[in-house]
């Protein structure tokens, strides 16, 4: 395997400016929790990454929370407003691979209720991983 240019986060932050760019949209990773970028007319991007094949050699995976994906949700059915979910997908290059949105309620749909406790060192939360196969080729 080769070696990738970029650690988790840096790897995070990368594919938020990479979507900001294709879609033109604000970078805003600050201005709440539950998105990282904002279209001129208000629309909200959560942004999610992934490589195809993990360090581990493991298939990738979205990590999804809950807390966020209620957000969303309930951005997309607000009267005038709409969210969408960002998935980037890597090579173990780090170079992208693709690059699909999906509606929250979709993604509701992939999750099927299944939220389980992260035990994760950065955050608490409920979260749900998805191969990047699942949602890529939805």
Known sequence: MSQ???PNERQGAF???YVAESYGLAHVPNEADWYDCVHPRGTKYEVKSTHETLASGAAG???LWEDQ???LTA???AEGQTAWYAFVLFDESDDVVEVVRRKPSTVTEIVGGEWNDAGHAQRNGRQHKVSWYEVIHR
């Open 61 to 63: 995976r979205f990590r």
């Open 4 to 6: 990738r240019r970029y």
């Open 75 to 77: 951005a997309e059915g």
């Open 15 to 17: 594919a938020e400016r």
């Open 69 to 71: 994906h209620r957000s």
